[in-house]
């Protein structure tokens, strides 16, 4: 591989800060979680987002999307409501 080649992955590597949920999906995937939360309140289980990304995402993709959200520091739904807004500059 020349070098220019490997400048050129270096850099499309620092510029891929890329989420799984678009901007869209994780404000629908938070507002969704909050109401619920609101009502049900929070048992320590994703069991609102599963509900959300069960409506809304590709199941292939749900534990991918659960572990990108833990990473954030949202392990259970009020978690994600409280942490992950930020990350997905919402
Ligand atoms: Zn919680």
Not at 44 to 56: P, S, V
Not at 63 to 81: F, R, S
Request: proline share 1%.
């Amino acid at each position: 591989m020349d070098n220019s080649r490997k400048m050129n992955m270096t850099y499309q590597a620092q510029q891929r800060i890329e989420h799984l949920l678009t901007p869209d999906q994780a404000a629908a995937l938070l507002q969704y979680v909050e109401i619920r939360i609101l009502d049900g309140g929070c048992n320590h289980t994703h069991r609102y987002t599963q509900a959300w990304l069960d409506e809304n995402i590709d199941f292939m993709k749900h534990e991918e999307v659960l572990c990108e959200l833990e990473n954030m520091g949202g392990y259970c739904d009020c978690e994600v409501v409280k942490n992950c807004f930020e990350d997905y500059n919402l």
